[in-house]
T-cell receptor
Framework: KNEVEQSPQNLTAQEGEFITINCSYSVGISALHWLQQHPGGGIVSLFMLSSGKKKHGRLIATINIQEKHSSLHITASHPRDSAVYICAVGGSNYKLTFGKGTLLTVNP | NAGVMQNPRHLVRRRGQEARLRCSPMKGHSHVYWYRQLPEEGLKFMVYLQKENIIDESGMPKERFSAEFPKEGPSILRIQQVVRGDSAAYFC?????????????FGPGTRLTVT
């Protein structure tokens, strides 16, 4: 069993919809990261969080340390949001463990 | 302030050749991490380096793979005698410190294809 599980694996939405991507992990962590990867592209860090909630534009990330669960929300989704969203967790040091990613497709 | 630079972006090698992947960290960053992304799989940690030192290479295959981060110049990931299974995207990331408190910034990746 992977230490980091994401759901769903694939998600298709219509432009304007509210989107939620989930991440569950089985190990103790110090920080959780949400990353974005466009097809054939590089990786961009969206959020790093260890508690509570962070917001950046239309993106919101939340984490519940007790339940070992995080969610990434996208409000008013747009086709340019189409990408793979990756959850990664880090322990007390530098090592990151990654989920397999969620492929999001937003149709116009 | 330039981000993490990787080159080449795409690299094609025949089986048995050597592949050299380069990573220049962000300005002010002295910690470099290499990750591999195999098709249909998540990113996996390979190696963590500081200037002139390999700190953790627990994710590196035991043979044919090596990494360095010299005092001057970029970090190099070297794959000798490449095989088809080495085809993947290789990403490097850099940070100011190895502590979890410091965010890692990723480069655009090098996509290696072995024919």
């Amino acid at each position: 069993k992977n230490e980091v599980e994401q759901s769903p694996q694939n998600l298709t939405a219509q432009e304007g919809e509210f989107i939620t991507i989930n991440c569950s992990y089985s190990v103790g962590i110090s920080a959780l990261h949400w990353l974005q990867q466009h097809p054939g592209g590089g990786i961009v860090s969206l959020f790093m969080l260890s508690s509570g909630k962070k917001k950046h534009g239309r993106l919101i990330a939340t984490i519940n340390i007790q339940e070992k669960h995080s969610s990434l929300h996208i409000t008013a989704s747009h086709p340019r949001d189409s990408a793979v969203y990756i959850c990664a967790v880090g322990g007390s040091n530098y090592k990151l463990t990654f989920g397999k990613g969620t492929l999001l497709t937003v149709n116009p | 302030n330039a981000g993490v630079m990787q080159n080449p972006r795409h690299l094609v090698r025949r089986r048995g050749q050597e592949a050299r992947l380069r990573c220049s960290p962000m300005k002010g960053h002295s910690h470099v991490y290499w990750y591999r992304q195999l098709p249909e799989e998540g990113l996996k940690f390979m190696v963590y380096l500081q200037k002139e030192n390999i700190i953790d290479e627990s994710g590196m295959p035991k043979e044919r793979f090596s990494a360095e981060f010299p005092k001057e110049g970029p970090s190099i990931l070297r794959i000798q005698q490449v095989v088809r299974g080495d085809s993947a995207a290789y990403f490097c990331a850099s940070s100011r410190s190895g502590s979890f408190l410091y965010e890692q910034y990723f480069g655009p990746g090098t996509r290696l294809t072995v024919t």
